[in-house]
């Protein structure tokens, strides 16, 4: 035995295997880790959408009113893009509503884009149900071929699918 050499160590070729194992684990996890951070960002995107569509429907519950009129609060849904407005819709005096007035502009991130869903609805003050009397809306987001569902019952209750 070589006095210069240590008994236990790696020979080249065992290196160049473990190596190479780890390349051809990593190349097949890439593609799912791509895959599994788009779906989590769209989840992401419904659930932001599903906040901001309750926090209308909880203004709309407590009455909230805006420059002395009583008000209801709704959503803008600008299809084919990224974007929705959130808003309300005063009464005139008479019990009747106007057109809506969006105050805020929210985007959804990059490559998302609504694919269903399109106009706007308000939310009953007081009660919270929807406001033309539909029985649902529905919202659909996409990104590629994967989609997020949002239901909007006419309770209030909001579903994310």
């Given at each position: 035995?070589?006095?210069?050499?240590?008994?236990?160590?790696?020979?080249?070729?065992?290196?160049?295997?473990?190596?190479?194992?780890?390349?051809?684990?990593?190349?097949?996890?890439?593609?799912?880790?791509?895959?599994?951070?788009?779906?989590?960002?769209?989840?992401?995107?419904?659930?932001?959408?599903?906040?901001?569509?309750?926090?209308?429907?909880?203004?709309?519950?407590?009455?909230?009113?805006?420059?002395?009129?009583?008000?209801?609060?709704?959503?803008?849904?600008?299809?084919?893009?990224?974007?929705?407005?959130?808003?309300?819709?005063?009464?005139?005096?008479?019990?009747?509503?106007?057109?809506?007035?969006?105050?805020?502009?929210?985007?959804?991130?990059?490559?998302?884009?609504?694919?269903?869903?399109?106009?706007?609805?308000?939310?009953?003050?007081?009660?919270?149900?929807?406001?033309?009397?539909?029985d649902?809306?529905?919202?659909?987001?996409?990104?590629?071929?994967?989609?997020?569902?949002?239901?909007?019952?006419?309770?209030?209750?909001?579903d994310v699918?």
């Open positions: 035995m070589n006095k210069f050499l240590p008994a236990s160590a790696f020979t080249l070729i065992e290196v160049l295997v473990v190596v190479s194992i780890m390349g051809i684990l990593t190349a097949l996890t890439i593609p799912k880790f791509s895959q599994f951070s788009s779906t989590r960002l769209l989840d992401r995107n419904a659930r932001n959408l599903e906040i901001d569509i309750n926090s209308l429907k909880v203004k709309a519950i407590s009455g909230a009113s805006q420059s002395s009129h009583n008000a209801r609060w709704g959503i803008k849904i600008n299809c084919n893009s990224s974007s929705y407005e959130l808003g309300y819709s005063l009464d005139d005096g008479s019990g009747s509503y106007g057109a809506g007035v969006f105050v805020s502009t929210k985007n959804l991130s990059d490559g998302i884009t609504f694919s269903s869903g399109c106009g706007q609805f308000f939310f009953e003050r007081l009660t919270g149900k929807i406001a033309d009397g539909s649902s809306k529905t919202i659909i987001i996409s990104k590629g071929s994967d989609t997020r569902t949002i239901n909007v019952y006419k309770n209030g209750k909001i699918q």
